[in-house]
């Protein structure tokens, strides 16, 4: 799937990362729950390697319980590295917070040696609405004003406690397929840089495997184990009344029901990866892009020779053997 969009004020964050980064002491990663490795961005894990790690659930409410309690296992068994589940119902995240934190770094705390943590996570992940529920007021989505002044607000949690703001972005390259489909199909990525029917059909895909009675139930259909992709949108389609005069089904409106439904959790609490999932799909997309970067190398070099900026392989060996 091409996506498309524009990466935003990544290099800018990017950049007040790696200056806040010297002085921070935990870095909190905010992850969708419904897919917590694809709205993982691998940007960050370069840019605070080394650094502790709170990764946060977030939304937890949507996602599938079974699926989060693995994922936290999951993250909880990596060195330097804690997880919580966490959702905007929660009253006082704060208190949560606070406490992953310090487990994490207890040598931290009081006035001479305060906690100084960082908050990063993706477009749409909830982290305005967590961090107006942490200030108990409207804050501005960080970066949002004209001309990005303002990259980064610092938060008082405690005395002792800082939380350092980041802009939600997007990294500009998805290796893992899956986790495109993924991340379009939770809404990080704006609606113009996808094409929905695609993406409903993979949702479909998945959910026809893993979540069968929950789709059958919300669209009263048959079993639908044996229907192809297509033909479940279209059975959707038609019992949505999603149709178009004399053409049948309309793909496109079902589709935005389909993801409609996913996004508002209609369907049922649903989580897209397992961690064996996506270890799985990520190997594949890192040994496909190694490919693809080893086909770039040699196209360039191809063109580089065309152009005579430099002497084919085999001539460099026999100017070499002349020479020696
Ligand atoms: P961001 O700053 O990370 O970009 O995300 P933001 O807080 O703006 O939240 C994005 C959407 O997710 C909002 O929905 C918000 O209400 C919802 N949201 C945030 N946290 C939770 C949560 O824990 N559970 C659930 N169920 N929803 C949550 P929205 O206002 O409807 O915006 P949109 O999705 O229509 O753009």
């Known amino acids: 799937m091409a996506i498309q969009w524009f990466p935003g004020h990544m290099h800018l964050t990017q950049k007040a990362i790696q200056e806040r980064i010297k002085n921070i002491d935990v870095v909190i990663e905010l992850l969708d729950a419904r897919l917590p ?9 370069t840019l605070t390697a080394g650094r502790l790690a709170l990764k946060v659930l977030n939304k937890q409410d949507l996602a599938d319980p079974e699926r989060t309690a693995q994922w936290l296992t999951h993250y909880n068994a990596q060195s330097g590295t804690r997880a919580i589940g966490l959702d905007a119902s929660v009253s006082t995240p704060a208190k949560a917070l606070i406490k992953a934190c310090f487990e994490l770094a207890p040598q931290r705390g009081g006035m001479v040696k305060p906690m100084r943590v960082l908050i990063c996570g993706i ?3 909830g982290k305005s609405t967590l961090i107006n529920t942490l200030t108990g007021k409207r804050a501005t989505k960080t970066g949002d004003e004209a001309g990005i002044t303002k990259l980064e607000q610092r938060i ?5 406690f800082y939380l350092y703001d980041t802009p939600g972005v997007l990294w500009p390259r998805i290796i893992v397929a899956k986790s495109g489909y993924n991340l379009a199909a939770s809404g990080a990525i704006g609606r113009n840089a996808f094409n929905e029917e695609e993406v409903a059909l993979e949702l479909l895909n998945y959910l026809k495997t893993h ?7 919300r669209y009263k259909l ?40 996913f996004r508002a959790a209609a ?9 064996a999932e996506f270890a799985e799909w990520l190997a594949a997309g ?33 100017s070499r053997s002349e020479h020696g």
């Open 37 to 45: 490795g694809s709205s993982a961005n691998p940007l960050l894990s």
């Open 123 to 125: 477009p749409n992940v």
């Open 156 to 160: 008082a949690l405690a005395d002792d």
């Open 211 to 217: 979540y069968a009675t929950l789709l059958e139930a």
């Open 222 to 261: 048959d079993p639908i184990a044996n229907l192809q992709d297509e033909e479940l949108l279209e059975a959707i389609g038609r019992k949505r009344g999603a149709l178009q005069s004399g053409k049948g089904v309309n793909l496109q409106k079902a589709a935005e029901i389909v993801i409609y439904d």
């Open 267 to 275: 369907l049922g609490r649903i989580t897209l990866e397992t961690p």
């Open 286 to 318: 890192q040994k496909l892009d190694a490919q693809r970067q080893v086909k770039k190398d040699a196209i360039e070099l191809d063109r580089a020779i065309r152009f005579k900026k430099i002497a084919k392989p085999d001539q460099r060996r026999s």
